[in-house]
């Protein structure tokens, strides 16, 4: 119809013809994960007819595949699984999983089978064309597997009455989804998938809806950018503005992109003095290190900021506006304002918090007390805090941070390429991990020393907008696909195992608008921009997520483990595949 993204089809078969439409998507098997475990025991399913039919392609290992969209955090999803061809000869079998629990055919007696909180339960055969039936309540947790429409186990999701034995599965992470698995016996195992794209066998459970983007809940964020935005811009040593943003920021990291250069951070909490507005988490120094006063500063401005010039003669622009020079600045929202007093914690902070972003600047100063607390504002606990004395009291000390991914009583540096550190102990007492009020620094120079002062950046996962989480590495060019439900604007990924030695590595979708993504900025040393030509510290941001397309080791060496936080530019609701 004309002014309209939707078309009728004709002259297609039944089985051709899909719902999907430019404003509604559905779950497909996903062809960029096929070892989620890192394990080297999967190999890659053969995906086909649209990205629906799981044919297993093995007799060794194990194929996997999984959807593409994962369960939201609430709601009633319904899945069908057409049994195309059942194969339990030699080593044969398949399985459709959910949470760990699963119903497969397998090659050894009792054959056919589904786990449940009681243990492995017997079932009957289950035969070529079989239609399984699937369907989660998230908001009890309840699994339900059915056969032709027919539940097990006296199940009913239409009642809510469980399974006996039940299944039953927590989501509120938002990491549980459908996937299968499989190999071959003496012929393929083959399932073709129906998330709703095409006419369901059985009419779905009373109130379950088919997982598509139509129904997926609305994100409370639904524009990355009116929260998180990137400026590139060239200098021009004279008092400009740069701007462009759909909000003006409260957190300004801005890096010189040509040359080896300090990452400063500038932000409206703990003002805009000229000589002490600037931190540089390549180094340890303090407020006050790198002078404003003499080579530029920073003020807000709508939509950006504006640089102003220092008392250096010949040098007033040189910090991050010299003639010519190409920088990027990297832009966060807190609450607008310079903070309000926060008495959640023992220790009253000066707080700016967008608790709809996750996002909060947190100003203190230390009592020396390892039990004191600190508030955040947040609502909820934060996933990642990063904290940096900013005087000089006691010498320098180190960026310290803290990510919900790494093992308790450990913690990173910012401005190191060192993994997890486990001295000084505690620096973040695991005793007493962050709540949805306030967050425990010890008693360490760097965190809360008597009379020290301090800055904290918090954030917390926003579903749709923000993700921290971790993964293994592969040392594979087919390397790791990490699901973050959004469109990624903005990743920074770093080691955390204590054998490594690699940099705080930061990709974004301003200086790469398409994949795949070469160009990347470290956030803890003064190297340049780096553009990789030769193809092993790249990346893809995809619809839904990110996955890596390189075995540096930077990303995604086999033998390490890294933690990751994102930023989005959509939601995977409104996003556009890539």
């Known amino acids: 119809a004309a002014g309209s993204n939707d078309y009728t089809e004709s002259g297609f078969a039944t089985n051709d013809s899909f719902k999907d439409t430019p404003t509604n998507n559905f779950p497909v098997l996903n062809p960029l994960n096929n070892d989620p475990y890192d394990s080297n025991s999967y190999t890659p399913a053969t995906i086909s007819n649209g990205n629906l039919q799981f044919t297993s392609n093995t007799t060794s290992l194990s194929n996997y595949a999984e959807s593409s969209i994962y369960f939201p955090t609430s709601g009633k999803w319904y899945v069908e699984v057409t049994a195309s061809n059942v194969n339990i000869a030699s080593s044969g079998y398949a399985e459709i999983n959910i949470a760990g629990y699963y119903l497969w055919w397998y090659y050894s007696s009792p054959y056919y089978q589904l786990t449940t909180d009681g243990g492995a339960q017997t079932i009957g055969a289950i035969s070529n064309n079989d239609v399984i039936q699937v369907a989660y309540d998230v908001g009890s947790g309840k699994i339900w597997y059915g056969k032709n ?28 989804k459908l996937h299968l698995k499989g190999r071959s016996g003496s012929a393929a195992n083959i399932l073709h998938v129906n998330f709703g794209q095409q006419d369901f066998t059985h009419t779905p459970p009373t109130g379950f809806k088919a997982l598509c983007t139509k129904n997926l809940p609305e994100p409370t964020i639904t524009k990355g950018t009116d929260h998180f935005g990137t400026l590139l811009y060239t200098g021009s040593a004279s008092a400009q503005v740069v701007n462009g943003l759909d909000f003006t920021p409260d957190l300004w990291v801005n890096k010189y992109r040509e040359g080896n250069s300090h990452v400063l951070w500038i932000d409206r909490v703990r003002g805009f003095n000229a000589q002490t507005q600037m931190l540089t988490s390549i180094y340890t120094s303090p407020e006050g290190g790198e002078r404003g006063d003499l080579y530029g ?13 220092g008392s250096s003669s010949g040098n007033e622009y040189a910090q ?103 001295s000084p102990a505690g620096i973040f007492d695991s005793s007493t991990p962050p709540t949805s009020t306030v967050f425990r620094p010890n008693d360490h120079v760097s965190v809360n020393a008597s009379g020290g002062t301090y800055v904290a950046y918090c954030w917390s996962e926003v579903a749709g907008y923000s993700s921290f989480g971790t993964y293994a590495g592969n040392g594979s060019t087919d390397g790791p696909f990490i699901y973050t439900g959004f469109k990624p604007a903005w990743l920074c990924v770093k080691h955390y195992n204590s054998s490594g030695s690699e940099q705080w590595q930061v990709f974004d979708n301003v200086r790469d608008t398409d994949n795949v993504n070469v160009t990347s900025t470290t956030l803890g040393s003064n190297q340049q921009e780096g553009v990789d030509t030769g193809g092993d510290k790249i990346v893809d941001f995809l619809s839904n997520g990110f996955k890596f397309k390189g075995g540096d080791g930077v990303l995604n060496d086999g033998s390490l483990n890294y933690i990751y936080w994102a930023f989005a530019e959509t939601p995977f609701k409104y996003a556009n595949a890539e």
Request: glycine share 14%; with cysteine.
């Open 320 to 422: 991050m506006n010299s003639s010519g020079a190409k920088f990027l600045t990297w832009c966060w929202l807190a609450d607008g304002t310079s903070g309000s007093s926060n008495d959640d914690g023992d220790i009253t902070s000066t707080v700016s918090a967008n608790t709809s972003a996750g996002f909060s600047i947190v100003k203190y100063t230390g009592t020396g007390t390892d039990s004191d607390t600190v508030g955040h504002g947040l609502g909820v606990a934060p996933q990642l805090i990063i904290i940096k004395r900013r005087d000089d009291g006691s010498g320098n000390t180190n960026w310290r941070v803290w990510h919900t991914g790494i093992p308790a009583n450990t913690h990173l540096e910012l401005n190191s390429t060192s993994g997890q550190q486990t």
């Open 149 to 176: 429409n027919t539940w097990y186990l006296s199940g009913n999701p239409s009642d809510g009455t469980a399974m006996s034995p039940a299944q039953s599965a927590s989501n509120t992470d938002g990491s549980v």
């Open 297 to 309: 500063y920073l003020i807000s401005a709508a939509g950006g900021f504006q640089h102003q010039p």
